[in-house]
C-alpha cells in the first residue's frame, strides 16, 4: 500500500446490514468467519440497539464499520474481557491489562475491491487507535486469536504490533477442539511481560 487511506470507524447500524450480510456470504470470509444464524441475530440486534437479549455470546459484541472515502470495506467486533469472567483461560487471564482494560477484537475485510491491497495491517493500527482515542482511554490492552491455519492472519496481526502469546483450542462452528492462537497488544503505556 503506496498510500494510507483516510479510514473512519462507525458503529454499525441498520444501514450496514446488507453490505455486512453480503460479505458472510463471501468465500475467503466463510472460511474463517463465524456466519451462522447466531451471528447474524447477535448483529441485527446490536444494530437495533440492543433492547431485547441475545442468545449469541449473551450480547457481549460491539460491532464496527470501517469506511475509506464514504465506501464501508471491513467489519470489527469487539468486547471487553473482564477478570470476573468464569471461563477465561490462564493465558488469558494473566495477559489481561495490569492499569486499564482489555478488549478482544475481530476483524475482517468483507469488501472484495479492498482484498490485497495491503490495508489489514494498517486498518488494526488504525482501529486499536481509534478504540483508545475515541472510545475508552483506559483501553490499553487488545487480543484477537485466529484460528492456527490461519496463517495469513496470524502474520498481519503480527506485523500490526500483536505478539503470539499461547495457543488453546476451542469449538468453533460446526468444528470441534480447533487450534487457535491468542496473540496480545498492548499500547506503549502497557509494556509486554
Known amino acids: 500500500m503506496l498510500n494510507k487511506p483516510n479510514i473512519k470507524f462507525i458503529r454499525a447500524t441498520l444501514e450496514h446490514r446488507n453490505n455486512i450480510f453480503g460479505w458472510l456470504e463471501e468465500p475467503h470470509v466463510k472460511e474463517f468467519w463465524d456466519v451462522s444464524q447466531g451471528f447474524r441475530d447477535d448483529v441485527l440486534i446490536f444494530m437495533n440497539g440492543r433492547n431485547v437479549p441475545s442468545a449469541y455470546f449473551e450480547g457481549i459484541f460491539e460491532y464496527w464499520i470501517g469506511v475509506i472515502d464514504e ?11 473482564e477478570s470476573s469472567q468464569v471461563d477465561l483461560l490462564g493465558d488469558w487471564r494473566d495477559n489481561l491489562s495490569k492499569s486499564g482494560k482489555t478488549y478482544s477484537i475481530d476483524f475482517m475485510i468483507g ?13 488494526l493500527e488504525s482501529f486499536t487507535k481509534f478504540i483508545n482515542e475515541s472510545v475508552d482511554s483506559t483501553i490499553d490492552t487488545f487480543f484477537i486469536d485466529p484460528e492456527e491455519s490461519n496463517l495469513r492472519a496470524k502474520h498481519v496481526y503480527q506485523k500490526a504490533g500483536f505478539k503470539c502469546i499461547s495457543e488453546f483450542k476451542r469449538d468453533f462452528n460446526d468444528r470441534n477442539n480447533v487450534t487457535h492462537s491468542l496473540m496480545v497488544k498492548k499500547s506503549c503505556t502497557q509494556k509486554m511481560i
Open 71 to 81: 465506501d464501508p470495506y471491513c467489519l470489527m467486533m469487539t468486547s471487553e474481557v
Open 111 to 123: 469488501n472484495k475491491k479492498y482484498l490485497g491491497k495491503g490495508l489489514a495491517v494498517f486498518t
